[in-house]
């Protein structure tokens, strides 16, 4: 399936793995900066900062992409699935750098009936060709990192 | 605490729960089925402000202010239009998924009016069918959506009712609006709920039972083990080698066995109290494979019994001979899977007290094979237990054993209460039986011409812990390897292991999907050695009408295998990188079993003739069938039929929906009771016969293995198929499958068809992405989701022809079809591989393809 085949059911919508932990003043160095770099670069200004944070709208965002080549912590994707993992913080002890981050704790990858999500480096990572969006993942997490960006399961 | 809002209704609610028990136990919603709870199959979904949701993950109190909508809540019109073309393009089989898969294309047609195929399957992704392959039911949603954007019905292509004619299944109305009961359906007064504990250890001995903390917990009813059952502990569907429950001192023989039996007022506390069970044991050693089990003193898996359950030798002229004057000779080794049924509908039934008696609902496939165990386990005669087939959602021959319906006759039959005794998706993946995995030495000879001059294989099976009905599939694996060619020199022998691992039993190929993939990959070598075609060497060794079988049976002017192979000749000359394979299959049971099929006609008070025969129908489309037969057999219209689901107490046994039989056997029942019927209505009406019951029987009469008579008649007819298998050359996957089956005459070819598609993409499954894997302690570690199913959004065109060719002179010339669409496919994908990359497969799931998981 690619992003170009047009149509609502089939979107790619960009994913910001940031839970904005750096509101809270720890030292996270994977998060997001709130650059405005994605901001300035989407040409439907789907993207906006707020409180420290790059959100998207997605009514607005078309899956082009342009927001994850400007990133400059890599934070950036584009998903189908409506679930997703916003963390990208790899360090062990993830939890002494940010309060709402991945902390590797393996509850997603325990609870998924596909085996879609997983702990890589210390931070969870969702196989879309797996993943079936049942959002289970999300039902369990301690960290609430796991979101569904259509706001109906989180 | 939450309020949200159901199909338009607000409601409360404060009890932690998931959104699927709420709307199933509280709201009574039945229409979101249970397929798993874990958020894999997607039998639940349901839209939540307008998008697909499964219930069975958000808890209730996360919902507050939410808009949820189920099939219930459509629109009149929306329910019109789905039901009519869900009905016309035939995407209703067993019908366990469809109300998820309605859900789906409401939420997709809100957002997208015309949709393309390609969206249509995106939208269905995250849904399971294993009956249907998608194929009609991505037509339904393109039905649906055009006759939502023109505003008006069409007219059904057909609704005569006569056989050969493409009409709505008689269900599909009660399926695709999710009112259709499946066992896990009912609700009656004073349910309580039964499940089991089951063993920690593969083979261990039961030294105590200590259920005491377990019975004090409130809510509790009662915990029986063996020792409560009150006629025979050992049943099973041949050999009574199975234990309803473990009894203490007794060994354990897979990690299925049940041991006690809770029975509590709810599930969360049947849940609690599962975990208080004691149970001490003593660990054994076990045996997790057929090299394990046939060593020397190996543990036995049963007491009193050999490791060995089977072996059977079937030969015909001198193989070896033959092989040995051969121009050329191919001799390899293969292996095939574990696989796991995965129907939709996890295994549950619901007894009630009936007077002294019990009365059951069961999903099954046959009610008097329930029967006969149920009652052999209750100790009471057959007129005290009576079985009723609710809807049954899939079987394919997983349900083909007793899983549940023992233990929930036996907790009403000690509670007094109804029961409601249901597998939880996990459970249903370890207990039920599996097809078996085969280790397969093949050999085969050929001239220089191609032509077939002997096979000589020895076949192994791993059929786990109970026998389940590993003697038979062994015996069709034997029986059917040598493939529908014409040959004389045959020789395999075959053997069945009892080991600690779950058991093998019945599906789809029934051992036919085994060796099959054997004899024609061996063929395709062949055909590469002499320089022809694969296609040509089929179409020179094809068994045609008159010609004799290796197992010596002179085949009638039905066989239609040349039909298929001309079928998909434009296809095969047309495609670059392709693989092709044939088969056949018995019809009925055959080898001198008793098969017999019986069916009633009673003309009951509402002046209709009702249809009472005991086949189950597991979403093949039986039901309808009857009623087409009865149709064209009598001067009758559809208004005046009504088909009954299968019971024992009214409809005669008409024996297993298994070994493709039903269609032929029972129809030939049923088309004699018409021939009654019909006398009778001459001068008369419906309703001056009311009370009067027509019955017929119809014994599919052959002769038993190894049978003293030099063409002995193993089975009455069989069905033939050719499968080809078209890959695209830059992407290495699938484009494009044809199957062509000769299925006699084929009373609803919008049925035959359905089933070649569902049949075609399960056996994809089975080439190419299907596993059940086990550890090393016997356990099966696969769930749902990681079985490796092929989805909506990954499954290519797929061409199905159905061969409508005269067959026998009974059944109106139908043959069947159940089986045989699961059968050729893997060894013409692997062959399509082989001439993609010039790699030969022998074991399955075939490697080095772009399906590949790992």
């Known amino acids: 399936m690619n992003a170009n085949e047009k149509g609502v059911a089939m979107k790619y919508i960009a994913c910001i793995a940031c839970n904005g932990g750096c509101r809270s003043k720890k030292d996270c160095s994977y998060g997001c900066l709130a650059c405005g770099a994605c901001v300035a670069v989407c040409p439907n200004g789907a993207i906006t900062i707020a409180d420290e944070l790059a959100q998207v709208d997605t009514s607005k965002c078309n899956g082009c992409g342009l927001c994850k080549l400007a990133c400059p912590q890599y934070l950036i994707s584009q998903q189908h699935t409506p679930i997703e993992v916003r963390c990208s913080n790899h360090d062990l002890r993830s939890k002494d750098h940010c309060e709402v981050s991945c902390i590797g704790c393996g509850l997603c990858q325990k609870n998924c009936p596909a085996d879609a999500i997983r702990v890589v480096n210390n931070c969870a990572v969702i196989d879309e060709e797996k993943c079936l969006s049942c959002g289970a993942c999300a039902m369990v997490c301690p960290r609430k990192v796991i979101h569904d960006r259509r706001g109906i399961l989180t | 605490m939450a309020t949200f809002f159901v199909n338009g209704t607000e409601v409360t609610t404060s009890k932690k729960q998931k959104l699927l028990r709420f709307l199933r136990d509280e709201l009574h919603i039945l229409s979101a089925k249970d397929g798993c709870s874990e958020g894999a199959c997607g039998a639940c979904t349901v839209l939540i402000e307008g998008e697909p949701c499964r219930a069975c993950i958000p808890d209730t109190e996360r919902l507050d202010g939410k808009h949820i909508l189920t099939v219930e809540g459509l629109s009149d019109w929306e329910k019109t239009v789905y039901v009519f073309a869900f009905g016309e393009a035939g995407a209703v089989q067993c019908g366990f998924c469809i109300p998820g898969m309605v859900m789906c294309a409401k939420s997709l047609l809100d957002q997208e009016p015309n949709p393309t195929e390609k969206q249509i399957r995106w939208a269905i992704r995250n849904n399971y069918c294993r009956c249907t392959g998608y194929v009609k039911i991505i037509a339904a949603i393109q039905l649906a959506a055009k006759i939502f954007r023109e505003g008006k019905l069409p007219l059904p292509t057909d609704d005569s009712w006569h056989i050969g004619t493409r009409v709505h299944r008689l269900d599909v109305e009660e399926k695709v609006l999710g009112f259709g009961k499946y066992p896990d359906d009912y609700y009656p007064e004073g349910m309580c709920y039964a499940s089991a504990v089951r063993s920690k250890y593969p083979r261990a001995r039961v030294l105590a039972i200590d259920s005491s903390k377990a019975e004090a917990l409130p ?266 060619y014409a040959y004389e020199n045959f020789e395999i022998d075959g053997y069945a292991y009892y080991t600690n691992n779950p058991p093998a039993g019945a599906f789809r190929g029934f051992g036919v999907t085994q060796t099959c993939f054997a004899i024609e990959t061996l063929l395709n070598m062949a055909a590469d050695k002499v320089g022809i075609t694969p296609w040509e060497i089929r179409y020179r060794n094809a068994i045609r009408p008159g010609g004799v079988l290796p197992n010596g049976q002179i085949v009638d002017e039905s066989t239609g295998l040349v039909e298929t192979l001309l079928a998909i000749k434009e296809d095969y000359d047309n495609a670059k990188v392709k693989g092709i394979a044939c088969a056949m ?270």
């Open chain 2, 219 to 484: 809510g509790v009813l009662c915990v029986l083990t063996a020792a409560d059952i009150p006629g025979e502990n050992y049943v099973g569907h041949i050999l009574h080698d199975w234990p309803v429950m473990i009894p203490v001192g007794e060994i354990t023989r897979y990690l299925g066995d049940a041991i006690a039996l809770v029975v509590a007022e709810t599930a969360e506390i049947l849940e609690k109290a599962k975990k208080l069970v004691k149970i001490e044991y003593e660990e054994l050693p076990f045996v997790n494979s057929p090299e394990a089990s046939k060593a020397e003193n190996a543990p036995s898996v049963h007491p009193n019994r050999a490791n060995l359950l089977a072996h059977k030798h079937v030969s015909r002229g001198n193989a070896e001979e033959a092989i040995a004057k051969s121009a050329y000779v191919f001799h390899e080794q293969f292996h095939t899977p574990w696989t796991e049924h995965a129907f939709l509908e996890p295994e549950c039934a619901v007894a009630l007290p009936d007077g002294d008696g019990i009365l059951l609902y069961s999903t099954d496939q046959s009610t008097h094979t329930t029967l006969h165990e149920v009652a052999l386990m209750l100790g009471m005669p057959y007129e005290k237990v009576k079985i009723q087939n609710a809807l049954v959602g899939g079987g394919f021959g997983g349900k083909e054993d007793m899983t549940v319906q023992p233990l929930a006759a036996l907790a009403t039959l000690k509670t007094g209460r109804p029961v409601k005794c249901k597998l939880t998706r996990a459970e249903s993946i370890l207990i039920h039986p599996k097809r078996h995995p085969f280790s397969m030495d093949f050999t085969l000879g050929v001239d220089e011409n191609g032509i077939i001059q002997g096979v000589k294989a020895v076949v192994v099976s791993d059929t786990g812990a109970y026998a389940s009905l590993g003697g038979p599939v062994l015996e069709r694996a034997c029986t059917h390897a040598a493939g529908p």
């Open chain 2, 585 to 854: 299959k018995n019809a009925g049971v055959g080898v001198g079993l008793a098969d017999w099929g019986r069916c009633k006609l009673i003309v009951e008070a509402d002046s209709k003739v009702h249809i009472y025969s005991g086949a189950s129908c597991i979403g093949q489309g039986l039901g309808t069938v009857l009623v087409q037969m009865t149709v064209t057999n009598t001067s009758l219209n559809r208004d005046d039929i009504v088909y009954e689901r299968s019971n024992t107490w009214i409809a005669p046994d008409s024996g297993d929906t298994s070994g493709s039989r039903q269609t032929l056997v029972t129809g030939e029942a049923c088309r004699r009771a018409c021939e009654k019927l019909k006398e009778a209505l001459e001068g008369k009406t419906l309703s001056d016969l009311i009370g009067q019951e027509f019955y017929g029987e119809y014994l599919a009469k052959t002769d038993p293995l190894g049978a003293n008579v030099p063409n002995p008649v193993s089975h009455v007819a069989y069905g033939y198929a050719t499968q080809l298998c078209i890959l695209d050359e830059k992407t290495g996957y699938i484009q494009k499958m044809v199957a062509a089956h000769d299925v006699g005459k084929a009373i609803n070819p919008l049925s035959c068809e359905g089933q070649i598609e569902g049949g075609v993409v399960m056996s994809m499954g089975y080439a190419l992405t299907e596993d059940y894997p086990l550890d090393g302690n016997c356990k099966p570690t696969g769930k749902y989701g990681t079985l490796g199913l092929f989805r909506a959004h990954q499954t290519p065109e797929i061409k199905a022809i159905v061969i409508d060719k005269p067959g026998l002179n009974v059944a109106c010339g139908a043959i069947g079809i159940g089986e045989i669409t699961s059968i050729p496919t893997a060894p013409a994908i692997a062959d399509a591989y082989f001439r993609l990359d010039g790699k030969r497969r022998y074991s399955l799931p075939l490697t080095d393809t772009p399906y590949e998981r790992k």
